[in-house]
């Protein structure tokens, strides 16, 4: 029902060998070595020598082996506390977040990935967020408000992740945003109507049952070598404007 929950964190669909192809030891030996052995990882993850010999069956292959270790559903379970990747982040997301009016109401890990997820309620009915932790893309934030009683839209500060989605999800990356920000483009879709006034438990479990619908539907569809070239193309542009 709630489809729109918002977008799964990348450890959903782990672009796992981005290791594999980082940068080479400098010199023509190190280049050399880091080359063979990027070749023998990429070999015991199930690659042939003709999936190295072209960029279209690359890209292919990279798509199942990175869909075969989407897990067949996640539980969340409560923490009580949690070290976050970037506490600097956390922190300036956290105080943007109270400052909006949102307490905060539990830290959940979801198994088996280990992404944490901190639910931050609001007083108003059909409104809350989410920081989510996640190790491909690190502390985040997520604004989510209903638009009817089996319709809600989701906004996060983080940038296109190049992976397709199902027609009825329905998330926003909005890039590099404030939680204010946010919190503004979610109340621009909002609907008035009488809305009913959700509980933690009961925003957890449709959180949970949301990313458990689109695991299905991703171990149904696959990755697409496309999908995977668009996703390597555009962190791979990310990190060069970091530099």
Same mark, same amino acid.
């Given at each position: 029902?709630?489809?729109?929950?918002?977008?799964?964190?990348?450890?959903?669909?782990?672009?796992?060998?981005?290791?594999? &192809? /980082?940068?080479?030891?400098? =010199?023509?030996?190190?280049?050399?070595? !880091? +080359? $063979?052995?990027?070749?023998?990882? *990429?070999?015991?993850?199930?690659?042939?020598?003709?999936?190295?010999?072209?960029?279209?069956?690359?890209?292919?292959?990279?798509?199942?082996?990175?869909?075969?270790?989407?897990?067949?559903?996640?539980?969340?379970?409560?923490?009580?506390?949690?070290?976050?990747?970037?506490?600097?982040?956390?922190?300036?997301?956290?105080?943007?977040?109270?400052? &909006? /009016?949102?307490?905060?109401? =539990?830290?959940?890990?979801?198994?088996? !990935? +280990? $992404?944490?997820?901190?639910?931050? *309620?609001?007083?108003?009915?059909?409104?809350?967020?989410?920081?989510?932790?996640?190790?491909?893309?690190?502390?985040?934030?997520?604004?989510?408000?209903?638009?009817?009683?089996?319709?809600?839209?989701?906004?996060?500060?983080?940038?296109?992740?190049?992976?397709?989605?199902?027609?009825?999800?329905?998330?926003?990356?909005?890039?590099?945003?404030?939680?204010?920000?946010?919190?503004?483009?979610?109340?621009?879709?909002?609907?008035?109507?009488?809305?009913?006034?959700?509980? *933690?438990?009961?925003?957890?479990?449709?959180?949970?049952?949301?990313?458990?619908?689109?695991?299905?539907?991703?171990?149904?569809?696959?990755?697409?070598?496309?999908?995977?070239?668009?996703?390597?193309?555009?962190?791979?542009?990310?990190?060069?404007?970091?530099?």
């Amino acid at each position: 029902m709630y489809g729109g929950l918002g977008a799964l964190p990348n450890d959903m669909f782990p672009l796992l060998l981005y290791g594999v &192809l /980082g940068a080479a030891a400098g =010199g023509i030996a190190g280049r050399w070595i !880091q +080359k $063979w052995i990027r070749r023998r990882r *990429l070999m015991k993850l199930g690659f042939s020598s003709d999936d190295l010999k072209s960029r279209e069956r690359f890209f292919e292959k990279w798509g199942q082996v990175t869909a075969a270790k989407v897990p067949r559903k996640i539980s969340f379970s409560e923490v009580t506390s949690h070290s976050w990747s970037n506490p600097s982040k956390y922190e300036k997301s956290q105080a943007e977040i109270q400052l &909006l /009016g949102f307490r905060r109401a =539990g830290t959940f890990v979801a198994s088996p !990935q +280990k $992404w944490v997820v901190e639910f931050w *309620l609001s007083s108003e009915p059909g409104l809350f967020a989410k920081t989510i932790d996640s190790k491909q893309r690190g502390v985040y934030v997520e604004v989510t408000v209903m638009d009817s009683e089996d319709s809600v839209l989701s906004f996060e500060n983080t940038e296109d992740c190049g992976l397709r989605r199902r027609d009825r999800d329905r998330w926003t990356h909005c890039g590099l945003i404030s939680p204010a920000q946010l919190l503004e483009q979610a109340l621009q879709h909002r609907q008035r109507q009488p809305l009913k006034q959700m509980n *933690l438990a009961e925003w957890v479990a449709e959180y949970e049952n949301s990313v458990n619908e689109h695991l299905d539907w991703r171990r149904t569809v696959g990755i697409s070598g496309d999908e995977m070239k668009q996703a390597y193309e555009l962190s791979k542009k990310r990190r060069s404007l970091r530099k």
